[in-house]
Antibody, heavy 124, light 113 residues
Framework: QLQLQESGPGLVKPSETLSLTCTVS??????????WGWIRQSPGKGLEWIGS???????YYNPSLKSPVTISIDASKNQFSLKVNSVTAADTAMYYC????????????????WGQGTLVTVSS | DIVMTQSPDSLTVSLGERATINCKSS????????????LAWYQQKAGQPPKLLIY???TRESGVPDRFSGSGSGTDFTLTISSLQAEDVAVYYC?????????FGQGTRLEIK
C-alpha cells in the first residue's frame, strides 16, 4: 500500500523559504511511470497545482505561481522536496504531495494517491 | 492556462436522489492524438485529502462505487452520483491535465437535504 507523508515546519516567516519533504513508502519513487507532485489548498479555498517531478529530475511547474518554487528528488531516500522562496501570507496553505500517473508519450495525468497534507502558516 | 469552471458552487440533494455536477473548461481538453479527454474528478471530505474518483473523463478508479459516473467530451463534463448516500457529502473537484499542466475547478459542495 503506497503511502506519502509530508513533513516540514508549520510556521514560516514572511520573505523566508518554505521547505517541505514528502517521504514515499510502500513503493519506489524511482519508477518511470509516475511523476510526483505538490498541490496546495489555501484555507477554505480550492486546489492549486504547484509542480511535479520525475525520478529522472524532469520537472513541470505552474507558471501562474507568484513565488519562485523548486522541486527536487532524492531517490536514495525515496523522497521529493518543495522549496518556495520569499513567501508571503498568500502562501499560507495546506500542502499535499501526491503521485501522478504518467506515460512518456502522452504526458502526465491524474493524481491517484495523496498524502494527508501539512499546514504551513506564513506569519511573523 | 486552461480555466476550469464548475457549477453549481453548492448543491443540496435528498438521500437516494441523483446529484449532477458540471465542469466546463476554457478550451478543449480532448487530445486528438489519442482521443482521450484529460479530465479527472476528485472527492474531498472534511479534513481529508482529495480522493481520485474518475479519470479520462469516464474511467472509474478502482474501488469507487458504481453510483459515481463521469461523462462529457471536449469542454463540457459531468459527474453524476446516481443515488446519493450520506457518505457522499463532500466537495468535488474537476481537474484538467492536458500538456503536463494541471488546473482544478473551484469545487462544488454537496450536502444532504
Amino acid at each position: 500500500q503506497l503511502q506519502l507523508q509530508e513533513s516540514g515546519p508549520g510556521l514560516v516567516k514572511p520573505s523566508e523559504t518554505l521547505s517541505l519533504t514528502c517521504t514515499v513508502s510502500g513503493g519506489s519513487i524511482s519508477t518511470t511511470i509516475y511523476y510526483w507532485g505538490w498541490i496546495r489548498q489555501s484555507p477554505g479555498k480550492g486546489l492549486e497545482w504547484i509542480g511535479s517531478i520525475h525520478y529522472s529530475g524532469r520537472t513541470y511547474y505552474n507558471p501562474s505561481l507568484k513565488s519562485p518554487v523548486t522541486i527536487s528528488i532524492d531517490a536514495s531516500k525515496n523522497q521529493f522536496s518543495l522549496k518556495v522562496n520569499s513567501v508571503t501570507a498568500a502562501d499560507t496553505a495546506m500542502y499535499y504531495c501526491a503521485r501522478q500517473d504518467y506515460d512518456n508519450v502522452w504526458g502526465t495525468f491524474h493524481f491517484d494517491s495523496w498524502g494527508q497534507g501539512t499546514l504551513v502558516t506564513v506569519s511573523s | 492556462d486552461i480555466v476550469m469552471t464548475q457549477s453549481p458552487d453548492s448543491l443540496t440533494v435528498s438521500l437516494g436522489e441523483r446529484a449532477t455536477i458540471n465542469c466546463k473548461s476554457s478550451q478543449s481538453v480532448l487530445y486528438n492524438s489519442n482521443n482521450k479527454n484529460y479530465l479527472a474528478w476528485y472527492q474531498q471530505k472534511a479534513g481529508q485529502p482529495p480522493k481520485l474518483l474518475i479519470y479520462w473523463a469516464s474511467t472509474r478508479e478502482s474501488g469507487v462505487p458504481d453510483r459515481f459516473s463521469g461523462s462529457g467530451s471536449g469542454t463540457d463534463f459531468t459527474l453524476t452520483i446516481s443515488s446519493l448516500q450520506a457518505e457522499d457529502v463532500a466537495v468535488y473537484y474537476c481537474q484538467q491535465y492536458l500538456f503536463n499542466h494541471n488546473t482544478f475547478g473551484q469545487g462544488t459542495r454537496l450536502e444532504i437535504k
